[in-house]
C-alpha cells in the first residue's frame, strides 16, 4: 500500500505541475509581450532620474528630468553636474535636437550621429529615441524559462518586423509574476550582442509594474556599464504642449 501512495503522490504533483505549465503556456509569447508593453507604456511620463556612467577610473554622475508624450514626443534636460545643466534633448517624431548651453546651439542628430553615446553613457541616441511598443517592432517566440535574480521568467526570442529598429533581434527575460522585463539582450543584424540590460527595483505605481533601476551595459566597451536610476515617476499627467517646442530649447 505504501509503494502504491507514493506513486499515487507522484501523479498528483506531476499533473499540478503540468496544469500550472499548461495555465502558463496559455498565453501565447505575442500576450506576454502585450503584458509589458502594458505595464512599461504609457500615454504620458514625467521622470526624475539619476544617471551613473562607471568609468575606468572614476565615475560620473548626472540629473535629469523628462517628460514624454505617446512614442513621438520626448523632452529631457540635464540638472546636474554643473557643466551639464542646461543642457536638453527634444524628441518630435523622428527628429532629436540637442540643445548645449556651452555652445548656445540647437543641433540635429541625425544619422550615423545617432549611434553615438549620450553624455558618454553606455545608451546611444537611438536608444533614447525608439520608445515604440515592443509589440509594434518585434515577433516574438517562447525560448524557454530561467530564473533571474531567483525569480522564474519567461524568456522570449523576438525578431524585428519593421526595418527601422537600433537592434534586429533581442532575447528578453520576462518576470513571471509582474510581467515585466529582469534582462534584455539586444543583437545586431550579423548575430552579435551589443548591448544588455538588467532591470531591478521593480515597483507598483498606478496599478502596473515597473523597474525602477536598469543598468545598461555596452558589451564592446569597457566598463561597468551604465545605471539609470528613476528617482520618481508619474503616469498619464497632462504635459503643457509648451515642453515639446524647438523654441523652448534655448530657454
Known amino acids: 500500500?505504501?509503494?502504491?501512495?507514493?506513486?499515487?503522490?507522484?501523479?498528483?504533483?506531476?499533473?499540478?505541475?503540468?496544469?500550472?505549465t499548461v495555465q502558463a503556456f496559455s498565453q501565447s509569447p505575442t500576450q506576454l509581450l502585450d503584458a509589458v508593453d502594458k505595464?512599461?507604456?504609457?500615454?504620458s511620463r514625467i521622470v526624475e532620474s539619476t544617471m551613473v556612467v562607471h568609468g575606468k577610473r572614476n565615475n560620473r554622475t548626472m540629473t535629469?528630468?523628462?517628460?514624454?508624450?505617446?512614442?513621438?514626443?520626448?523632452?529631457?534636460e540635464y540638472l546636474s553636474p554643473a557643466r551639464d545643466k542646461g543642457t536638453k534633448?527634444?524628441?518630435?517624431?523622428?527628429?532629436?535636437?540637442?540643445?548645449?548651453?556651452?555652445?548656445?546651439?540647437?543641433?540635429?542628430?541625425?544619422?550615423?550621429?545617432?549611434?553615438?553615446?549620450?553624455?558618454g553613457s553606455d545608451l546611444?541616441?537611438?536608444?533614447?529615441?525608439?520608445?515604440?511598443?515592443?509589440?509594434?517592432?518585434?515577433?516574438?517566440?517562447?525560448?524557454?524559462?530561467?530564473?533571474?535574480?531567483?525569480?522564474?521568467c519567461w524568456v522570449l526570442s523576438l525578431k524585428a518586423k519593421v526595418d527601422d529598429v537600433a537592434y534586429d533581434a533581442q532575447k528578453i527575460w520576462i518576470d513571471r509574476e509582474r510581467l515585466v522585463p529582469l534582462r534584455q539582450e539586444l543583437y545586431a543584424k550579423s548575430g552579435q550582442m551589443l548591448k544588455?540590460?538588467?532591470l531591478s527595483d521593480v515597483r507598483q505605481i498606478d496599478g502596473r509594474w515597473f523597474p525602477m533601476?536598469?543598468?545598461?551595459?555596452?558589451?564592446?566597451?569597457?566598463?561597468?556599464?551604465?545605471?539609470?536610476?528613476?528617482t520618481k515617476i508619474e503616469f498619464n499627467k497632462p504635459i503643457p504642449a509648451y515642453i515639446f517646442s524647438k523654441a523652448g530649447l534655448k530657454q
Open 213 to 230: 533601476q536598469m543598468n545598461y551595459k555596452d558589451v564592446l566597451k569597457e566598463g561597468d556599464g551604465t545605471d539609470y536610476i528613476i
Open 196 to 198: 544588455r540590460i538588467l
Open 64 to 76: 535629469s528630468k523628462s517628460y514624454t508624450e505617446g512614442t513621438a514626443k520626448s523632452f529631457s
Open 124 to 152: 546611444s541616441y537611438e536608444d533614447v529615441m525608439d520608445d515604440r511598443k515592443l509589440t509594434e517592432t518585434y515577433n516574438a517566440e517562447l525560448s524557454g524559462e530561467e530564473e533571474v535574480d531567483g525569480r522564474p
Open 1 to 20: 500500500m505504501r509503494i502504491i501512495k507514493i506513486k499515487t503522490n507522484q501523479i498528483i504533483v506531476c499533473l499540478v505541475f503540468s496544469v500550472i
Open 39 to 43: 505595464n512599461l507604456s504609457a500615454d
Open 89 to 119: 534633448m527634444l524628441k518630435l517624431e523622428k527628429e532629436l535636437w540637442l540643445y548645449s548651453p556651452s555652445t548656445d546651439r540647437t543641433i540635429l542628430i541625425s544619422g550615423h550621429m545617432l549611434r553615438q553615446s549620450v553624455m
